[in-house]
């Protein structure tokens, strides 16, 4: 998605990737886009690189709202329920994930993985168990940058979530 809109949508069967793309139930990259009211509840696996969710695999810049994942999600680096890899200050609002979330390497979180550039999530909840082999480990995300004097960039920010999942490493 570069720039458009993807809106009711979903996915109920099974992903499985071991090449070094993004991975994800309903898109693998959101540039600048929108993606709303979209889920998924198949299995999703990646054994080979990162951005590996439910519902985005990365989202740069872009919104991700009314979104959610009940299906496990099983990555290797950057592994999520809802959207893994986040930057530019791209947006997760109104999202949750219930599935059980295992990354292999690091960086696994129940909504996000990591979150950079000023990016935001807001009113998410996780039921979902999180669990990483290796670590950086969260129930709402793994990451979140703060503010970089050296390049200007504001920090990111995690606001009205909750978690109830299970976190371990």
Same mark, same amino acid.
């Given at each position: 998605? &570069?720039?458009?809109?993807?809106?009711?949508?979903? #996915? %109920?069967? *099974?992903?499985?990737?071991?090449?070094?793309?993004?991975?994800?139930?309903?898109?693998?990259?959101?540039?600048?886009?929108?993606?709303?009211?979209?889920?998924?509840?198949?299995?999703?696996?990646? @054994?080979?690189? @990162? =951005?590996?969710?439910?519902?985005?695999?990365?989202?740069?810049?872009?919104?991700?709202? $009314? =979104?959610? #994942?009940?299906? &496990?999600?099983?990555?290797?680096?950057?592994?999520?329920?809802?959207?893994? $890899?986040?930057? %530019?200050?791209?947006?997760?609002?109104?999202?949750?994930?219930?599935?059980?979330?295992?990354? %292999?390497?690091?960086?696994?979180?129940?909504?996000?993985? *990591?979150?950079? &550039?000023?990016?935001?999530?807001?009113?998410?909840?996780?039921?979902?168990?999180? $669990?990483?082999?290796?670590?950086?480990?969260?129930?709402?995300?793994?990451?979140?940058?703060?503010?970089? %004097?050296? @390049?200007?960039?504001?920090? @990111?920010?995690?606001?009205?979530?909750?978690?109830?999942?299970?976190?371990?490493?």
């Amino acid at each position: 998605n &570069d720039g458009g809109k993807v809106r009711f949508c979903y #996915n %109920e069967g *099974t992903a499985t990737a071991d090449n070094n793309g993004k991975t994800a139930g309903v898109i693998g990259v959101n540039n600048y886009g929108e993606v709303y009211q979209c889920f998924n509840t198949g299995h999703i696996t990646h @054994s080979a690189a @990162s =951005c590996t969710a439910g519902v985005v695999g990365m989202n740069t810049g872009g919104m991700v709202s $009314y =979104c959610y #994942n009940t299906g &496990d999600i099983d990555g290797y680096t950057n592994t999520a329920g809802v959207s893994a $890899y986040n930057e %530019e200050g791209s947006t997760i609002r109104i999202c949750f994930n219930t599935g059980n979330i295992t990354g %292999e390497n690091t960086i696994t979180g129940g909504i996000a993985s *990591t979150m950079y &550039d000023a990016s935001v999530i807001s009113d998410c909840y996780n039921w979902g168990d999180v $669990y990483s082999v290796w670590h950086t480990t969260g129930g709402i995300s793994a990451g979140c940058s703060g503010y970089n %004097e050296n @390049s200007g960039t504001l920090a @990111s920010q995690i606001i009205n979530c909750y978690n109830i999942g299970n976190i371990s490493n």
